[in-house]
């Protein structure tokens, strides 16, 4: 019984915390085409590898479709919490992983995608 008190504690700090750090984001905000630059290594590429259309709906929900190089499609469904976000993704050939995601003071996307193949650091701009 003390374990589960101690876990809903934590779940429930957590979720405060969460909260507490994250300043709240207009979703519709987020409604476009996004460039992906490589971020992996603290640099940030010249150009865009990736591109990523992102969509919203019902509240805090967004469906993402992006290219990778070498026409692979992939596309995501996730939300925004404050913001913060996350998407689940797909690609054409199967592979699968999650990104997460925070929208800067300059309201660009530092994001993570990770799965069992996939570390991928980047930056999302708007497309021009």
């Known amino acids: 019984m003390k374990k589960i008190f101690f876990l809903i504690i934590i779940c429930i700090s957590s979720q405060l915390a969460f909260t507490q750090t994250s300043r709240p984001v207009n979703v519709m905000t987020l409604n476009g085409t996004w460039d992906l ?3 992996s290594n603290g640099t940030i590429g010249n150009t ?3 591109s990523m259309n992102i969509m919203t709906f019902d509240g805090n929900k967004i469906v993402v479709q992006g290219i990778s190089p ?3 499609y ?3 469904l996730g939300e925004l919490r ?3 976000g996350y998407f689940d993704w797909r690609f054409n050939d199967g592979r699968y992983g999650q990104t997460t995601f925070k929208v800067d003071k300059n309201g660009n996307l530092d ?3 990770l799965s069992f193949t996939v570390e ?3 930056l999302a701009k708007r497309s021009e």
């Open 70 to 72: 070498g026409n692979t």
């Open 82 to 84: 404050g913001s913060e």
């Open 74 to 76: 992939w596309i995501g």
């Open 120 to 122: 991928y650091k980047y």
């Open 48 to 50: 865009p590898d990736q």
């Open 37 to 39: 630059y490589e971020n």
């Open 111 to 113: 994001a993570l995608s």
